[in-house]
């Protein structure tokens, strides 16, 4: 059993930054494949940005691009999410998840076995 906790969120006007982190307990978070997700109101959770077990391997959301990175430290078992040139649209509640299966790198909800309970990112206009 692995549990997430996500801080960092919070109000930022747009055009500024935010940097997300998600601890994770245990010993075995350097086997996940990490991701983030978000939803706000009224939508689907979507898929932001994934990152392999090493570290070596990132995908991100096209609408993210260029703007978010993700990252790991295995040693503090720590994924963070730096969110730089924040639009009102990026508002949404943030949620970390890890995927016990290191073999796929998988954009999918579904596929993630562990989650935090979110936090709240509001960028205002």
């Known amino acids: 059993q692995v549990q997430l906790v996500e801080s960092g969120g919070g109000l930022v006007q747009a055009a500024g930054s935010l940097r997300l982190s998600c601890a994770a307990s245990?010993?075995?978070?350097?086997?996940?494949?990490m991701g983030w997700f978000r939803q706000a109101p009224g939508k689907e959770r979507e898929f932001v940005a994934i990152?392999?077990?090493?570290?070596?391997?990132?995908y991100y959301t096209d609408s993210v691009k260029g703007r978010f990175t993700i990252s790991r430290d295995n040693a503090d078992n720590t994924v963070y999410l730096q969110m730089n040139n924040l639009k009102p649209e990026d508002t949404a509640v943030y949620y970390c998840?890890?995927?016990?299966?290191?073999?796929?790198?998988?954009?999918?909800?579904?596929?993630?076995?562990?989650w935090g309970q979110g936090t709240q990112v509001t960028v205002s206009s």
């Open positions: 245990g010993r075995t978070f350097r086997t996940y494949v």
């Open positions: 990152i392999s077990v090493t570290g070596r391997t990132t």
């Open positions: 998840a890890a995927d016990r299966d290191s073999d796929t790198i998988s954009t999918y909800s579904q596929s993630y076995d562990y």
